[in-house]
């Protein structure tokens, strides 16, 4: 069984910050990529950010320069430092993670998500 569990969503005024966390537990071998997306109602879940095994980064054009991925392997922990947010970036904020289990199994698990408001 493995979870992903978020943290850090709230409210916050635009111009502020926030930081995400997301820790994975659970029958986990090894993970491969973990990201961050985001949903608004009636939309469709939307990339945020995505980091590499390695390190490599990518970052949806809209949040490019305000946004940071990063993660602890040691923690099995994926962040998300958000700065200068704007009110389009109220949403759901959802943890993703491929990873492989200790039965050899590789899947990609989701978090519950954590809410987002940006709002004066």
């Known amino acids: 069984q493995v979870q992903l569990v978020e943290s850090g969503g709230g409210l916050v005024q635009p111009g502020g910050s926030l930081r995400l966390s997301c820790a994975a537990s659970g029958s986990i071998f090894s993970i491969n990529d973990m990201g961050w997306y985001r949903q608004v109602p009636g939309k469709e879940r939307n990339l945020v950010a995505r980091i590499t095994s390695g390190g490599r980064t990518k970052y949806a054009d809209s949040v490019k320069g305000r946004f940071t991925i990063s993660r602890d392997d040691a923690k099995n922990t994926v962040y998300l430092q958000m700065n200068s947010l704007k009110p389009e970036d109220t949403a759901v904020y959802y943890c993703?993670?491929?990873?492989?289990?200790?039965?050899?199994?590789?899947?990609?698990?989701w978090g519950q998500g954590t809410q987002v408001t940006v709002s004066s």
């Open positions: 993703n993670a491929d990873l492989y289990t200790f039965d050899s199994a590789f899947a990609d698990y």
